[in-house]
């Protein structure tokens, strides 16, 4: 390249001055542009594949798209003539503060995260009836699942009274903290028929016996 520059005249080297780096920079934009597609068509596909959610889908390609932004953004400040270094000393600056944010919103980052492990492992899902215990033995928030989203899953009380429908909202990552009962599709259903269980049998019996001194 340098010999052929030699040979040119002097208006055409300027112009190669010039036109290089933005072949280059046209280059890196096209190449940016198709990771994104790629990428987007990856995640429709996984999606449509595993019946993965829009609300989960979202910000994990606005994450990949972001990364694939910043990266180019990189390689075209480096073909305009800025140094290396500078970029690298850019780089781990923004790279401190992002880690910085990043355990100043673990909690919330945790909850994505945990949303990400309820959709692919399927502790339950929408429509059945979870409770969520501290420990096996007491009770805790019980309800049917009609939402859930990326921080929050969305109970309808059980407990609350006839004609005041009542909303939980637990957090994902509570989920992954407590003893969860699940009942798929709808809480059984109690008749007349249905035999007791040997606790209230018990508890029954210590009912009608009498005390004796």
């Excluded at 390609?61 to 073909?79: N, P, Q, T």
């Excluded at 500078?86 to 980052?109: E, I, K, M, R």
Aim: charged share 15%.
């Amino acid at each position: 390249m340098r010999r052929l520059q030699m040979h040119l005249p002097d208006w055409m080297q300027d112009w190669l001055e010039v036109l290089i780096p933005g072949v280059q920079i046209v280059l890196i934009i096209f190449v940016a542009w198709l990771l994104n597609w790629l990428f987007k068509r990856i995640f429709a596909r996984v999606g449509k594949a595993y019946d993965l959610p829009h609300e989960l889908l979202m910000p994990l390609r606005g994450i990949f798209r972001w990364l694939i932004i910043a990266a180019a953004i990189l390689a075209i400040l480096e073909r305009l003539g800025m140094s290396a270094t500078v970029l690298w000393t850019a780089f781990t600056g923004f790279a401190t503060v992002g880690a910085v944010a990043f355990f100043a919103a673990w909690s919330v980052l945790s909850n994505l995260f945990c949303a990400v492990l309820i959709v692919t492992v399927g502790p339950f899902r929408l429509g059945d009836h979870i409770e969520v215990l501290d420990t096996a033995e007491k009770p805790g928030a019980k309800g049917r699942v009609v939402d859930l989203n990326m921080l929050y899953i969305t109970l309808q009380d059980d407990s609350a009274p006839a004609g005041t429908p009542n909303l939980l909202q637990i957090p994902n990552s509570l989920v992954f903290q407590r003893v969860i009962r699940r009942w798929k599709g709808g809480l059984p259903a109690v008749t007349e028929n249905t035999p007791a269980s040997a606790q209230e049998e018990a508890c029954a019996i210590a009912m009608v016996t009498p005390n004796t001194p």
